[in-house]
């Protein structure tokens, strides 16, 4: 251990000797036992809790956006697992970066993500990847649980990396180079045990979802309704609780003469919160002829949103569409999501 | 070294990381070792300087074993223009005297001095025959610092005494080492312009893993040879000397140097992680489901057993949403054999934890080759994988510096001119 976490969490006993017993709140009543017999799919938490702004700054191409809130738990996603992460003693919040595109205010998945250090006085007090993930109040985001030294002006980095995912129409362009950003967050315990705290002991388990939060300053991640979806719709289907809208794009700035565009939109149930970083296998039946049969690449496009697609030779305008989900989402996942989206459904449109 | 300010943890470093003549004299305090004496005549030593497979000691499946503690000393040469020969014959002198004091081998010393594309720009042209390249970054979500020494000193040995004492005797700082008389040091050559250090071997990162980085609850096991709790380097996956060998020219028996600095930030790594998790990323995700590897993987023997691993794996990176390291770098195999000889070790420079990857390769561009490979931007881009994600062990680490050299044969390690023909 090193000096100054020995110093800190020795003063930290020291107060709550003070306060004797009782009084001081602990983070273990922020995290109530899990509900027993979760369903299969996306259901209400146990608790929701408030984000305080840390502060936002424009990065090359993109927007930060910087939230804490008690540390959580959370599940990461390896193939068809999800690995529960527990609070540590050490942890002081959780910290969740949303990058954005200021003009069009889309909420950015990024696979190659985001690092994010933390200063003080010029020392590094903690650093890491934070996790791509999805939560039901506050959407897709970069978030995990970080260990600050007590009360205090800090400096928060960030580089948020190129995207490789494709881009389509006026995305094109932009968001090929990373960048970097930093915004100084005035950290006080106080300020944090204030944020809401809402238990929902009558509802926990249910299935359905807590709202998006929406908030004045960041934009959350909302893929469009699926009738306001480009081309035509061929359908939404539903499958280990993940919602599938295929949609046909004949015509799109983007293609070329003789070329369609197959877009498959996932998204969470209830909150239409994107489903990023999934393998999805698509085929495309078009006047009797396989016209497609390959993998489906996650892109973005400002009115498609995030989506899985490909681009197909045919004019055809009535295609037949089959979608496997070849590999789940492969984000972490808060509360109320860890059982949902981690099978690998089929479908036909 | 970086801008990250005095760490909060230089107080817990060992001898070696903190170096010079007072740590010298502290660790022979603990006890000085009875190191074997060197050659009588420096000639009879291996033509290539990375000749070093033979002297080290083998492990119990009969691995070659690095040696266990490190330095790195990035030089600048002190003269204006090119290298007299009176500066080469000191140089020269002061290695064989190196070697004869010591004997070529992990029980003794090892060494090789390596130079940089900035020590040949002072010649007409580059190095005959063989390409070293200035640094670059080698993935769009890395933006390393280039190191631009003109010269690179590595010096190896299982004995922290030793590696101090021939640091400290180059330097003229020490006019004897193992009873054998300098007969000349770098002085007025070579000025130092950066130290680095570091170990590897089973208990070695257990005991330093006081550093930023990892994380308070000690999570290093006790006999792990490198932070990340595996074993590394098996000879199966190793490519031999000669496979990374200059063939032709000049500088033929020489070899291409890649030095990085990367960072590690093994937080999520133990305490997320499930050992299943880490497995998986660090050699692949059939690996985890059988149970391949127990403890940090010594049941191997002499091969990672990447064969079992799926070998098309931007496809099992989509079916299994997860690829391993070592999976993916096994694509960057030519006939069935890496390109680079690995001779990476761990670091507690600047109080955080780190890995100094110094790798071989006969031509820099087999290593650029096998970084690509393991960038595994083509997985990310075409499955569930992520980026940095599940793709093998990209999220725990920050590459900070890069550096390229060449390793000229022995008889041309002293200031080399860049055409000796
Ligand atoms: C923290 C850093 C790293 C650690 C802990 C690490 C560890 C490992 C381990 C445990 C293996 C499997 C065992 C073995 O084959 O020896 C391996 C294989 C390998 N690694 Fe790394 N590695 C690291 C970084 C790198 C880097 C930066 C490169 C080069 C770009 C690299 C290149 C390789 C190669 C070529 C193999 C063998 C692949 C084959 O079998 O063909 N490693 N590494």
Redo the contacts between chains.
Sequence with gaps: ?????FLASAGLAGASLVAGCGSFQSQSTRAPPLVENRPDGTYRPTHVEGMGMAGMAEAGDYMVGFGYSFPHRFW??????A?R?DI?D?DSVHLMATVWDPETEMVLPI???V?IAI?R????VD???P??MISQNMGFHYG?NYELDGDGLYTLKA?V??M??RRLGPFAEKFSE?AEASVEFDFAQSALDQLSYEEFPETQGERGAVDLMSMEMMPTSQTPVAGELPGTLLGTKKGSDGVYAATWLSEADFLADGESYLAVSARTPYNRVPLP???LDGSVEAGGETVFDD?L??ALHPDLGYHYGAVVETTGTDPSVGVDV?????VSRHEGYETAFVGTPSFSF | MTDRGISRREFAKSAVAIGGTAALAACLDRGAPDVPEGADDPASLPARQHAWNDALATDDAGNPRMAHHHVLLLLDYEGDGTPTDADRGQVEDALRSLERAYEWSSDGLLFTLGYSPAYFDRFEAGPAGVEVPEPEALAPFEDPAFDTPDALLHLASDHESVVLAAEEALKGTKESVNDHEMAATFEGVFGVADRRTGFVGGGLPAENQDVDGIPDSEPVPEDAPLFMGFKSGFEGNQATEDRVTVDSGPFAGGATQHLSFIRLHLQQWYEQDSREQRVSKMFCPAHADEGKVEGVGENLGTDSAIDECPEDVVESGRREGVVGHSQKLSRAREDDSPTILRRDFDSTDGGEAGLHFLSLQQSIADFVATKEAMNGTDVSENSAVGQRTNNGILQYMTVERRGNYLLPPRSLRALPPADPA
């Design positions: 251990m090193d000096r100054r976490r990461t996603v390896t193939g068809t697992d690995e992460v540590r050490a696979s190659a993500g690092s200063e006085d010029g020392e590094t650093e890491k990847s996790w791509p995990d580089r990396n190129a490789d995912e990373a970083m999934m393998s993998a690449t996650a070849v590999a789940p989402p492969q």
